[in-house]
């Protein structure tokens, strides 16, 4: 019950975060401040709730989960990959959009893709395509809440009703604060985390009676491969450093982008970001790993034996029976599990608040969504001039209000795996869209219509791996089931985590057929007006 | 010849995340951390010194000032 009260004082100081903001911007209703904090983050704000923005649930709960399960390999999936392509976009890509918000008023991706190439419905198909890849998001954030509040007081808070918490706070410091109750909550929240990361792995570690025994004792013992890569191939490693590319093409952070006061804020956050992705992904990954050698522990012995049998004898079940065995296995929970074991019950609330931090990343995802419908749909289609700037701010905030409702109800009823698969299709779909920003900033060359081309083409595939995954069901760990092999070469498989394309994540031929698709079909058709070309070279 | 070796920088970076040469190792530096882990955390440090090499010699600081042109005294109001 401790726990869950530190972590209740801790909603109840992220709610009043979000209050103070909604009072300092009392009497301004403009769109401008609502939306983007008046483009005047500083510096520290600036790097703090951008990097927060992208530390969601499912990344610090899944990298602890996917080392438990695939060991040291996580890190440089998932972690160092992003510490080097994330800052690298946001050097290229967010300042020149910052600098072309600054000079001619764009709030949203989808504001300057009209502007760039002439287009009026091209850029609505853009939007509901970014718009539905987003939803899933704001979702498993509040899935997330309720699982983390319900594990930490240990069942006393049911998943209802923690779910409803956190959809609660969340939705109001959003509903209030805007741009700047957001940024400063994530600045807040990312804080938070990165000092409790540091403790939680010395308590974890003194618990353990220190990692150089456990270390030693995984490499004597038949899981030493989690030490190593072996269970990943290179060819997959390196396909998922396309994944990251998804960063800079999902609306909250390039809208993010739009929120500092100064280009040169950006220094800070491009040379940093690295650092920060080290500090909290490698305590993660390590005690992940780690977990494996804390056999006292019932729930992880149960992980284990669910991974064992999966293993020896998967390739004879049903696929059901996989299914169930896989999530038995899953080790989203381990970092809770080893917190209860051996953190005292106050540094486990403070513990948790910090994973809540993590899991309550949703906040910025909303603000988005909000920000795309007022300002791509309601104020593109006549809303903005009919009824002025201050029913608009009025409508982003009732739709931050339908838009919770709606996730919880979604949270309630539907199977958390679904959303998480969902998440996997958004990243692998946004790394597909980014050749538009790529495209509409450094290639005078491109079209309208190669724009209509590329989101289209990934709306298709998104949904075409989705559909293929869920007909053909995922083998046991091993070998992959091949679809099709055309003259013995493997172009088609099915592997246990997901689809390989010539040995590839799906990502790789997504993101060089957007690419191709943006190249050609632009060679193809009319260019925008040559006065609107030199507004962006 | 500065944005030819930068751009270098990136690739070489880039490259050196493959890291193929210790997939199979499970040696652990100072007796506790794997070498692969480790790699991978110094890759990070590597990637920030990148960036701030990035962030020194091609900064586009002809964005910036396009902006103050753009906006004249916008500081000052604020």
């Known amino acids: 019950m401790i726990p869950a009260i530190v972590v209740f004082l801790y909603l109840a100081a992220v709610l009043y975060i979000g209050i103070f903001a909604f009072r300092r911007a009392r009497g301004r209703e403009e769109a401008e401040d609502y939306f983007l904090a008046s483009r005047s983050l500083g510096p520290f704000v600036f790097l703090f709730s951008l990097f927060g923005t992208n530390?969601?649930?499912?990344?610090?709960l899944g990298s602890s989960g996917h080392a438990f399960s695939n060991g040291i390999v996580t890190f440089g999936l998932m972690a160092s990959s992003s510490g080097l392509v994330i800052p690298l976009t946001i050097f290229l890509i967010g300042t020149r959009v910052w600098a072309l918000g600054k000079k001619y008023g764009f709030m949203t991706p989808v504001q300057m893709f009209r502007d760039r190439w002439e287009c009026t419905h091209i850029g609505t198909?853009?939007?509901?395509?970014?718009?539905?890849?987003?939803v899933p998001y704001i979702?498993?954030?509040?899935?997330?809440?309720?699982?983390?509040?319900n594990t930490i007081s240990g069942d006393f808070v049911p998943y209802w009703f923690g779910g409803a918490i956190v959809a609660m706070v969340v939705m109001s410091y959003v509903f209030f604060g805007g741009m700047r109750g957001t940024a400063w909550v994530n600045t807040f929240q990312t804080v938070l985390f990165l000092c409790f990361g540091a403790i939680a792995l010395i308590?974890?570690?003194?618990?353990?009676?220190?990692?150089?025994?456990?270390?030693?004792?995984?490499q004597a013992s038949p899981l030493s491969s989690l030490l190593t890569r072996e269970r990943i191939s290179p060819y997959y490693f390196f396909s998922y450093t396309f994944i990251p590319l998804s960063a800079i093409a999902f609306p909250h952070i390039l809208i993010f982008c739009l929120t500092a006061r100064k280009m040169s804020q950006f220094k800070k956050t491009v040379i940093f970001y690295p650092l920060c992705i080290l500090a909290i992904w490698l305590p993660c990954v390590f005690l992940g790993v780690m977990a494996n050698r804390v056999t006292d522990i019932p729930e992880i012995r149960q992980k284990q034996e669910a991974r064992r049998v999966l293993a020896t004898q998967g390739r004879n079940m049903a696929p059901e029976q996989r299914d169930e065995l896989r999530e038995q296995s899953g080790g989203d929970d381990v970092i809770m599990i080893l917190l209860k074991r051996y953190a005292p019950l106050w540094l486990a609330g403070l513990l948790g608040a910090g994973i809540m931090a993590a899991v309550m990343a949703s906040d910025s995802q909303i603000l988005a969504l909000s920000t795309m419908f007022t300002e791509d749909v309601f104020a593109f289609y006549g809303g903005k001039t009919r009824f002025g700037e201050s029913v608009q701010v009025q409508t982003g905030r009732i739709f931050i209000i339908l838009i919770t409702l709606f996730a919880y109800a979604v949270a309630l009823r539907a199977p958390e795996t679904i959303f998480e698969l969902a998440i996997q299709y958004a990243f692998s779909g946004y790394a597909a869209l980014s050749p538009l920003l790529v495209a509409a900033l450094f290639w005078r060359g491109s079209t309208k219509w190669g724009a209509l081309a590329v989101t289209v083409w990934t709306a298709l595939a998104v949904v075409a791996v989705a559909i293929f995954q869920a007909i053909v069901p995922?083998?046991?760990?091993?070998?992959?089931?091949?679809?099709?092999?055309?003259?013995?070469?493997?172009?088609?498989?099915?592997?246990?985590g997901g689809t390989a394309v010539f040995g590839f994540?799906?990502?790789?031929?997504?993101?060089?057929?957007?690419?191709?698709?943006?190249?050609?079909?632009?060679?193809?058709?009319?260019?925008?007006a040559a006065a609107t070309v030199e507004k962006y070279f | 010849m500065k944005k030819i070796l930068l751009v270098v920088a990136v690739v070489v970076v880039y490259i050196l995340h493959q890291d193929i040469w210790f997939w199979r190792s499970s040696y652990l530096v100072f007796g506790f951390i794997p070498i692969g882990l480790f790699y991978q955390g110094c890759f990070?440090?590597?990637?920030?010194?990148?960036?701030?090499?990035?962030?020194?010699?091609?900064?586009?600081?002809?964005?910036?000032e396009e902006v103050e042109r753009a906006n004249p005294g916008e500081d000052e109001a604020r």
């Open chain 1, 474 to 496: 995922a083998p046991a760990p091993g070998p992959a089931t091949v679809l099709w092999a055309p003259g013995g070469v493997e172009v088609l498989s099915r592997t246990p």
């Open chain 1, 125 to 134: 198909v853009i939007f509901v395509v970014q718009a539905v890849l987003l």
């Open chain 1, 505 to 528: 994540m799906p990502v790789v031929p997504m993101v060089l057929i957007s690419a191709l698709l943006m190249i050609v079909v632009s060679l193809m058709t009319r260019k925008p």
């Open chain 2, 44 to 64: 990070s440090v590597v990637a920030a010194l990148l960036m701030w090499l990035l962030v020194t010699y091609a900064w586009p600081s002809h964005l910036e």
């Open chain 1, 55 to 60: 530390m969601t649930a499912f990344a610090i």
């Open chain 1, 203 to 218: 308590v974890i570690g003194v618990g353990m009676g220190g990692f150089r025994s456990a270390a030693q004792g995984l």
């Open chain 1, 139 to 149: 979702i498993i954030g509040i899935m997330g809440g309720g699982t983390t509040l």
